[in-house]
T-cell receptor, first 114, second 112 residues
């Protein structure tokens, strides 16, 4: 069965520092991968997605993610974090089939220190 | 475009009461989903629909029912609320297979 693991429950970085959030997935075929961000009290917003092709994917707000099949990973990165990036981040994998269901990780809560 | 909207935003119920959560989307999407979000558990799929008039069970369907009588609306019902159903509920929609899901702002439900 498909699954997503986000090993870091909580991360704190200083403003201006680089960021990498980890995501590992379990899926038998080529996965469809997503990163969403959730600000406090808000719904989820898509940051970026990977379906095929170039393994380095650019998203909104200066985020990027790299698909590494050999490591079953899809880590999210940002070179310089802003205070407004403080939020919860969710990695998700498409469950396949004709339903477009997503399997979500448990999320990583990002805090940004001034 | 309002996107995906949810009604109500907040609700407090007593154990055993019933209620319906309404999700509406104005993007003409075929697929719609109901999730619940609990601390440390991510989002779990309750029920989903792949088109008007269709519904199917997700990962945690017990205690919930759904209906999709109109393409733009997806209703989530709790017939007899239990404290274990205290959660934040999100609705989402998607237009095609393998495409992104668009999320509503959520409904925070407390069952006493």
């Amino acid at each position: 069965a498909q699954s997503v693991t986000q090993p870091d429950i909580h991360i704190t970085v200083s403003e201006g520092a680089s960021l990498e959030l980890r995501c590992n997935y379990s899926y038998g075929a080529t996965p469809y991968l997503f990163w969403y961000v959730q600000s406090p009290g808000q719904g989820l917003q898509l940051l970026l997605k990977y379906f095929s092709g170039d393994t380095l994917v650019q998203g909104i707000k200066g985020f990027e993610a790299e698909f590494k099949r050999s490591q079953s990973s899809f880590n999210l990165r940002k070179p310089s974090v802003h205070w407004s990036d403080a939020a919860e981040y969710f990695c998700a994998v498409g469950a396949g089939g004709a339903t477009n269901k997503l399997i979500f990780g448990t999320g990583t809560l990002l805090a940004v220190q001034p | 475009n309002a996107g995906v909207t949810q009604t109500p935003k907040f609700r407090v119920l007593k154990t055993g009461q019933s209620m319906t959560l309404l999700c509406a989307q104005d993007m003409n999407h075929e697929y719609m989903y109901w999730y619940r979000q609990d601390p440390g558990m991510g989002l779990r799929l309750i029920h989903y629909s792949v088109g008007e008039g269709t519904t199917a069970k997700g990962e945690v369907p017990d205690g919930y029912n759904v209906s999709r009588l109109k393409k733009q609306n997806f209703l989530l019902g709790l017939e007899s609320a239990a404290p274990s159903q205290t959660s934040v509920y999100f609705c989402a929609s998607s237009d095609t297979i393998y495409n992104e899901q668009f999320f509503g702002p959520g409904t925070r439900l407390t069952v006493l």
